[in-house]
């Protein structure tokens, strides 16, 4: 356990954090920790360890444990209404559902006649529509799932319909769509846009998109990383972003003011909001999972 290291650029982000509260380190020995998310009901956080091929479990009091293993390079993760965890998978390019009895319905896999790139990060509307990035990453090298061309024509993100299960793109012009998150209104999206990764010319920008009965509009630049780029990201009641970075975590006010940052000492991946008052932030940080308690509560989401 140590003390985080708070930059605060806005007095607004005393709203946010708690700063003499510490960071703790409550996994480690990982490879590249990704897709956190609470499960409420059964007081423990799942979250992916990509390389490994695996699904981790954390329980407080009782530490790590093996939820699945192989995973088939699960990355992000969510849960929907009915509370089932919903998996992006990069080993098997698609989106799988885990039922009560444990097996796996496949959700998406494909969209016109060609295999997904590597579905990455997903959320779930309360409508019961599932929200996924499709870039790269998972067929880049064998490290994150299996080396392969693209079929996909364009990085898309795409929406599960949830009365007839069909998919449709809903974004196609992201260089690599990753993290992204509904405002607690679900009134705006926010997509990161993480292409820098591998093209230095690409901003390190979350775009934001206003969400309507026709699709999506808008898309502009609502934040800058000014440290890395952009991963997976949630948002608190009071509709302030909490973004990934190389540095830490990034918080942006609902009107993009960077209120400040918590810095953490591996590169952040993601995040999530947990523990029975939704005030506790665990971070998915290269090869360990940070805690931190913060004075903001984490927007309800399945």
Known sequence: MSQPCYDMRDPRFLDCAVLYTPLEQIVSGCKWTEGPVWFADHGCLLFSDIPNERIMRWTPGQGASVFREPSNFANGHTRDLQGRLVSCEHGGRRVTRTEAD???????DSWGGKRLNSPNDVVVKSDGSIWFTDPTYGIL??????????EQEAHHVFRIDPASGALAPVVSDFVQPNGLCFSPDE???YIAESGSSHDASVPSVIRRF??????LSGGEVFATIDNGLPDGMRCDTNGNLWSSAEDGIHIFAPDGTLLGKILVPERVANLTFGGPRRNRLFITATTSVYLVYTAATGAQRP
Request: hydrophobic share 35%.
């Open 102 to 108: 444990g097996s796996l319905t496949v959700l998406a």
């Open 141 to 150: 090298s064998d490290y994150e799932g299996y080396r392969a061309d693209p």
């Open 187 to 189: 009134s705006l999206l």
């Open 210 to 215: 206003r969400v309507t009965d026709a699709g």
